[in-house]
């Protein structure tokens, strides 16, 4: 079965960490670039970050130098770390792959005192 599924999320409080996962079933995540979205709520849904196949890295400029995306082609999974959380960062993510016009389900970060 082709699917991804997110991990991962909850409550946190400012200034936290978090780290999502996504676990991919039916192909190699290594050959292909993965991304993270987010949307919040009443916003539309937002790139956050992606990983292309040679392993470069981009992100949004609101998430620069506190999020980090990673791919762990051991285990078939794509990761977001994400530090020095904001309450802006409220929102629900999302694992993508554009390529196989894939999806996950979204994973819930709350980020409140």
């Known amino acids: 079965q082709v699917q991804l599924v997110e991990s991962g999320g909850g409550l946190v409080r400012p200034g936290g960490s978090l780290r999502l996962s996504c676990a991919v079933s039916?192909?190699?995540?290594?050959?292909?670039?993965m991304r993270w979205y987010r949307q919040a709520p009443g916003k539309a849904r937002e790139l956050a970050a992606a990983?292309?196949?040679?392993?470069?890295?981009n992100y949004a400029e609101s998430v620069k130098g506190r999020f980090a995306i990673a791919r762990d082609n051991a285990k078939n999974t794509v990761t977001l770390q994400m530090n020095s959380l904001k309450p802006e960062d409220t929102a629900v993510y999302y694992c993508?792959?554009?390529?196989?016009?894939?999806w996950g389900q979204g994973t819930q970060v709350t980020v409140s005192s």
């Open positions: 993508a792959c554009l390529t196989r016009e894939l």
């Open positions: 039916g192909f190699t995540v290594s050959n292909y670039v």
């Open positions: 990983i292309s196949v040679g392993g470069m890295t």
